[in-house]
């Protein structure tokens, strides 16, 4: 009884499925792909020695998805989602890679000064305007979600649609090259022996988890997303709860736009985190939590954002095109969708009944 | 005495459960031709599942359907329809965006060469509308009328469906006023005389005993058995319903309500020409503690606007509005409750339930909202209250970890005015808090108004039902055409207040 | 009678705005631009916009029902691909096209059939028939292929004189666009289908209880869309006489905001194909006012649609509120 109890709790839980999603592609490759679980050591002459192998990769070049999947949550659960977490990304990237340009306000423009590694700015300014940015391109989708009443996907359409156009304001159309090496560290860093990014994964979702769980707003958003009407007749001032939900989306958006920067050396408006939008709202449906609105859970989604990378990394190591990636791409949300719609639930569901009963009768 | 030939519906054995419930028990039903038969319980007894097997909604875990002798599965509501069942089901369930006239004939719409005959679709609508004594504009779309309208729409739509052989009503009346309730009685005798079975679900006793030929009643998912009306009094089929009797609630609301003033006190609340333009006209109002003021009118009448300016839904403009003689500036629904005020809104489908969240969740929800996200109740103190008022509001639920759109429609009712009496308010307005809501339970929460006021809050009490208005309050206020027509004190006399309501004195 | 002009301006106050916008922003630009005061820069929208309108089309009838379909744009891409490469293969065109508009068909209903059945969100569904049909699109073909097929030459490149408009063009695949358009005024206004689409879109459940055909119409409606997609990929790869996966990037994008622009709630049950028409035909004349301006760099054009849309839904949600508190 208490194991049929238990089981049925694992069942319920909002990890069960994308668990289950990540151990498959995890299986796979054990049963495939050899080497995949490889993890060395590696001496590394800039940033010391620590970890490295396919499982690291999933993780750091995973979390720039993970953080966009933590803010993309409180969004869905809202009833709303976010489009232009991408182009947020991209004005992010753009912030950064200017005020580092040590060629900045100078007349002479030569090589030399263009690819020093010296920064314009102060590396701690640098970030503060990034995330000020981000945040700021947050308030406004959700001012437009909550206070002009746009429907949300028009809302952030126009961000989206715009917002790389912004980035490329910035960079004044360029693709700028990133030659500071402090900078390097958040996307390239580790930290004892682990990448710098998914120690930033871990503070941002405890941040989010504590504001969600450890006070009425989990309760609030959810209610918001369930029946924004009913909420204010309950006396939730929805329209907050909404900006709230998107500016902390804008501001994920501006750490994953930090760190991708960081990673890839350089800030292109056009190409940097493109897609991720889409990415990110799969990784919350992985999660479990409706685009309708409602019920959610941050944890379930981070891991929503793993099974992606998870999945990416092993195409990869199986050498499929970048382009066919996409096909590849289409059999794996398949495959979510099989696992989460009602009617493979229901089955597990008949499945689990028929076996507590004779469980319960041997004893 | 019962030929089997004169059924034209038997459901035996019936059983369906829910996660935790079971809805139904061992069910047997069985409808004769040309009967009007009604289906009593309480709130959860299994009413609407009975229906929503019997239209395909639902599937049961076991029981036969047999259909003019013939055993059926019924697929789904469309199969049900082509199985000659036409059904009202208790939420209204149309379509606010197209025309009135294409809810009555959507799916037997008349055609011409594969196009809809636009012209005869709108003469069709309006013709059954007539036969209830509707005339409106069909071409509008349907959320351009009252609730009331749109039950009736509703209705028609159900008598429309032209090979129709059983018709299903589960609650229909509960949004009608006196006059519509008779008009559809009047149209279900004659539907009955031409051989048409119906099933009808009420919580109004009165009618049952009005129009119903044959009585079914259920409790906790199971048959309590079928009785002929004549055959059974009224305090027999409460008892019957209740499993007890309800002699002891009476007679205490009673003796309750004969309490007197303090006289001279504050007043609570008060409202100076108050008014919203298109809504309400300007209005005056005074509530003192430990009084009850009752809103009579028609739907419509600016009873719940008003209700909404009190509580801050809508913005008033004109007039000021005080409480405990402070001026409010801010109007919201937070703001409001603050100051201790609540409202447990009309339309708790819309404006009520957070349908995915838990019952626990639903009933602290406003005492939250207050309290602000910061301080987060205890989850321990969350089980606490929910629990206290499932229990004292009589909630059938396995857990406060229900969800409350797996309630029954009347549970959820409940659990909608536990949130409210969670905020422990000073004063409280409810706006048709007895809706949908089984005998017993509207006993017990006439009492609690009652309890409310004896301790000295003041209560607004809005419903359509006038002889639980008048049982309750000390004064009667009746609105009409969105402005105050009338105030009575506590002698005034039902008569008097439906000839205020409709405009002849 | 003042009283019914009212009402029949708050009930297609959207559309009216939508129609009113355009007929501005086309002035405007006739005035910045005289270039633009030629009727040929008119028919042009049609040429230039073919395939958006056709798929927008098909994409209203998803949104009415209070679905999205994001595989559109990578049907089309999958159709000029397709056809590019059997054409190549010596197939007849007239083979070609109805296989494709059959594959449209099926590949629609397929998706329509996860959502329905499996109860799946549509967002979801179609996001995975968008990176499938984008990726077999890849994996048929990487590169760009020709068209060298002499009857998709003719249909390039035939131009159709317009009667009483001296001068004034338009190439026969622009054509498509406009009678599809009539064909779903009809649909949408006097048929079952039509109607039932709506009523879905305000409340499914409801529309089930009322006994309607749920799932059968919103199939159909998905199916709908591929078909349209598919159409809209032929229209494609007349107009550019050539096959390549990279194509119609991200349209679904531009066809979501033409229908959102031309009145159509997202959330279902409120809108129509007249709108969407002039959606479109907003979109074609904000992208033709930034080539005839031609000085700006791509930056600002990517803002410059973006402000638009936004004054565009601002003035329309306006009238929303407008509309709600009034009736
Ligand atoms: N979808 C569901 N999931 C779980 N439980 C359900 C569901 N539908 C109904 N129930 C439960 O089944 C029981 C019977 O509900 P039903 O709606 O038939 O009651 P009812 O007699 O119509 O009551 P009311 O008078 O309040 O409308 C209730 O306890 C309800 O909570
Ligand atoms: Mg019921």
Redesign the pocket.
């Known amino acids: 009884m208490t194991r049929q109890k238990l089981l049925a709790r694992v069942r319920e839980s909002r990890l069960f499925w994308p668990l289950t999603a990540l151990a498959v592609i995890l299986l796979f490759d054990a049963l495939f792909a050899p080497g995949f679980f490889r993890i060395g050591i590696i001496d590394d002459p800039v940033y010391g020695p620590h970890l490295y192998g396919n499982l690291i990769d999933v993780l750091n070049n995973g979390a720039p998805l993970m953080l966009v999947s933590i803010g993309m949550t409180l969004v869905i659960a809202t009833s709303g989602v976010d489009l232009s977490v991408g182009a947020v990304i991209a004005i992010s990237a753009a912030m950064g890679a200017v005020l580092i340009n040590p060629a900045l306000g100078d007349r002479l423009i030569t090589n030399d000064i263009l690819t020093a590694d010296t920064t314009n700015t102060p590396l701690p300014l640098i970030i503060l305007a990034d995330l000020a940015a981000g945040t700021l391109c947050g308030l406004w989708n959700g001012f437009l979600v909550s206070r002009a009443r746009i429907q949300p996907m028009v809302a952030t359409l126009i961000l989206m649609v715009a917002g790389r156009g912004i980035a490329q304001l910035i960079t004044n159309g360029q693709i700028m090259t990133i030659y500071y090496t402090p900078y390097f560290w958040f996307g390239n860093g580790f930290i004892l022996g682990l990448p710098v990014s998914i120690y930033i994964v871990a503070g941002v979702a405890l941040l989010a988890w504590v504001l969600v769980r450890k006070t009425a707003l989990g309760l609030f958003i959810e209610s918001t997303g369930v029946n924004a009407r009913a909420a204010y007749y309950a006396g939730l001032d929805e329209r907050n709860i909404k900006l709230l939900a998107y500016t902390f989306c804008g501001f994920t958006g501006a750490i994953a736009g930090l760190i991708l920067s960081s990673y890839v050396h350089s800030s292109d408006a056009n190409n940097i985190g493109a897609n991720y939008e889409l990415d990110a709202i799969l990784a919350v449906v992985m999660g479990g939590t409706l685009m309708s609105g409602g019920r959610f859970s941050i944890v379930a989604s981070i891991i929503g954002a793993m099974v992606i990378w998870a999945f990416t990394i092993t195409m990869y190591t199986f050498g499929v095109p970048a382009d066919a990636l996409t096909a590849a791409k289409a059999v794996l949300v398949l495959l979510v969708i099989l696992l989460y719609s009602e009617f493979s639930q229901r089955l597990l569901g008949r499945w689990s009944l028929r076996k507590g009963p004779s469980h319960d009768a041997a004893h | 005495m019962l030929e089997p030939t004169d059924a034209i519906l038997r459901m035996s054995r019936i059983s369906?459960?829910?996660?935790?419930?079971?809805?139904?028990e061992d069910v047997d039903f069985t409808l004769r031709r040309g009967e009007i038969h009604a289906?009593m319980?309480?709130?959860?007894?299994?009413?609407?599942?009975?229906?929503?097997v019997l239209t395909g909604v639902?599937h049961p875990e076991h029981g036969t359907i047999e259909l003019d002798g013939r055993v059926v599965q019924v697929r789904s509501p469309q199969h049900s329809q082509a199985l000659g069942i036409s059904t009202v089901y208790?939420e209204i369930n149309l379509c606010t965006n197209i025309s009135v006239a294409e809810n009555i004939l959507l799916g037997n719409e008349p055609q011409r060469f594969g196009t809809i005959d636009w012209r005869r679709l709108n003469a069709l609508a309006a013709r059954a509308l007539k036969r209830l004594d509707i005339d409106i504009d069909v071409a509008r779309p349907l959320g351009n009328y009252s609730l009331a309208i749109q039950q009736m729409v509703a209705i028609v739509r159900a008598l429309e469906i032209a090979s129709a052989k059983i018709l299903i009503l589960?609650?229909p009346t509960s949004s009608l006023d006196a006059n519509e309730t008779s008009l559809l009685f009047d149209v279900m005798r004659k539907l009955r005389a031409t051989g048409i079975a119906i099933v009808f679900?009420t919580?109004f006793l009165d009618q049952v005993y009005q129009v119903s030929d044959r009585i079914t009643v259920?409790r906790n998912?199971r048959l309590v058995g079928t009785y002929e009306t004549g055959a059974l009094p009224r305090v027999e089929l409460i008892a019957k319903m209740l499993g007890r009797s309800l002699a002891d609630l009476e007679t205490v609301s009673k003796a309750r309500a004969q309490h007197e003033l303090p006289a001279a006190e504050a007043p609570t609340l008060k409202a100076a020409g108050l008014g919203h333009k298109g809504t309400l006209e300007p209005i005056d109002l005074e509530l003192r503690p430990g009084e009850v003021i009752g809103l009579a009118g028609l739907l419509g009448s600016g009873r719940s606007e008003l209700a909404r300016l009190l509580f801050g839904v809508d913005t008033p403009d004109a007039g000021t509005l005080t409480v405990d003689g402070r001026p409010v500036t801010r109007f919201s629904p937070n703001e409001s409750l603050r100051h201790g005020v609540a409202l447990c809104p009309e339309d708790r489908k819309v404006e009520g339930i957070v349908k995915d969240l838990t019952i626990r969740e639903n009933i602290i929800l406003a005492l939250q909202a207050r309290q602000g996200w910061a301080r987060y109740l205890p989850e321990a103190r969350q089980y606490e209250i929910a629990e206290a008022y499932v229990k004292l509001l009589g909630i059938?639920?396995?857990s406060v970890d229900?969800?409350v759109?797996?309630?029954?429609?009347?549970?959820?009712?409940k659990v909608i005015l536990a949130r409210w009496l969670a905020t422990s308010p000073r004063i409280l307005i409810l706006d048709e808090p007895t809706r949908?809501?089984?005998v017993g339970a509207k006993a017990e929460i006439q009492k609690l108004v009652l309890d409310l006021a004896e301790e000295g809050k003041s209560i607004v009490f809005i419903s359509s039902e006038l002889e639980e208005v008048l049982r309750i309050s000390q004064r009667v206020i009746v609105m009409r055409d969105q402005r105050k027509a009338a105030e009575y004190g506590k002698d005034v006399t039902a008569q008097t207040i439906i000839h205020t309501m409709a405009g002849h004195q | 009678m003042t009283q019914r002009t009212k009402l029949f301006l708050l009930n297609h106050g959207p559309l009216l705005t939508t129609v009113a916008i355009f007929l501005l922003a086309y002035v405007i630009g006739g005035q910045l631009y005289p270039a633009m005061q030629k009727p040929q820069v008119f028919f042009n929208l049609f040429i230039n916009n073919g395939s958006l309108l056709i798929v927008s089309i098909g994409m209203t009838f998803v949104i009415l029902t209070g679905g999205i379909d994001l595989s559109v744009a990578s049907v089309i891409a999958l159709t000029t691909v397709a056809s590019a490469v059997l054409l190549q293969n010596g197939l007849p065109p007239l083979v070609v096209m109805p296989l494709m508009l059959l594959m449209g068909i099926a590949f629609g209903a397929v998706l329509g059939g996860f959502i329905h059945f499996l109860k799946v969100q549509p967002f979801v569904v179609t996001l995975m028939g968008s990176f499938f049909a984008r990726g077999m699109a890849y994996i048929i073909s990487l590169t760009s292929v020709t068209i060298k097929d002499g009857f998709y030459n003719d249909l390039a490149l035939t131009p159709i004189y317009i009667p009483f408009v001296p001068n004034a063009y338009v190439y026969s695949y622009a054509l498509v666009g406009p009678v599809l358009f009539l064909v779903t005024i009809y649909l949408a206004f006097f048929t079952r289908f039509g109607r039932t689409v709506y009523a879905i879109g305000n409340n499914e459940q409801s529309a089930r209880l009322m006994g309607l055909p749920v799932g059968r119409t919103k199939i159909s409606v998905y199916a709908f869309s591929g078909f349209c997609s598919a159409l809209a990929g032929i229209v494609w790869s007349i107009a550019l006489l050539s096959g390549y996966g990279r194509y119609a990037p991200s349209m679904e994008l531009d066809a979501i905001a033409s229908v959102v622009m031309g009145g159509t709630m997202l959330t279902g049950g409120v809108g129509n194909p007249v709108g969407t028409l002039f959606g479109v035909l907003i979109n074609g004349t904000i992208v033709s006012l930034l080539q005839f301006n031609g000085t700006l760099s791509s930056w600002w054009t990517r803002i410059g649609v973006g402000a638009l849309t936004l004054v565009f839904i601002g003035i329309q949600s306006l009238f929303y509120v407008r509309r709600k508190t009034s009736g």
């Not at chain 2, 369906?16 to 139904?24: M, R, Y």
Request: zero cysteines; aromatic letters at 2%.
């Open positions: 369906k459960s829910f996660p935790g419930v079971a809805a139904l289906l319980g309480e709130n959860g007894a299994g009413k609407s599942t009975l229906i929503k639902e208790q589960d609650e679900v919580h259920l998912g059938v639920t396995p229900q969800l759109g797996n309630l029954s429609g009347g549970n959820q009712q949908g809501i089984d």
